[in-house]
């Protein structure tokens, strides 16, 4: 299993970014998807998930309305639409499927300020 996180930066409040995660060594389009993100000093926390086949999708409430999932199965990928970004969202965000178990990738690093 191999998750790789991109798409991250330094972006101002209300600004927008997008995250890519690609998937490898799975069969992708079987698995619940979902991204979690980690700040300094805290735990890591669930952000958004989405079934295999985009039917369902879920959100933590600090970012209903702001960030959008999304995946397209045939490039094994995994999106997170970021809008109206808040230097709460500072993190490092990671994507994986849970079913496997514990396989994380490196994460991409978001910072939101000015």
């Known amino acids: 299993v191999q998750l790789v996180e991109s798409g991250g930066g330094l972006v101002q409040p209300g600004g927008s970014l997008r995250l890519s995660c690609a998937a490898s060594g799975f069969t992708f389009s079987r698995f619940y998807m979902r991204w979690s993100r980690q700040a300094p000093g805290k735990e890591r926390e669930l952000v958004a998930g989405i079934s295999s086949l985009s039917s369902s999708t879920t959100y933590a409430d600090s970012v209903k309305g702001r960030f959008t999932i999304s995946r397209d199965n045939a490039k094994n990928t995994v999106y997170l639409q970021m809008n109206s970004l808040k230097p709460e969202d500072t993190a490092v965000y990671y994507c994986?499927?849970?079913?496997?178990?514990?396989?994380w990738g490196q994460g991409t690093q978001v910072t939101v300020s000015s």
């Open positions: 994986n499927a849970p079913q496997l178990g514990e396989y």
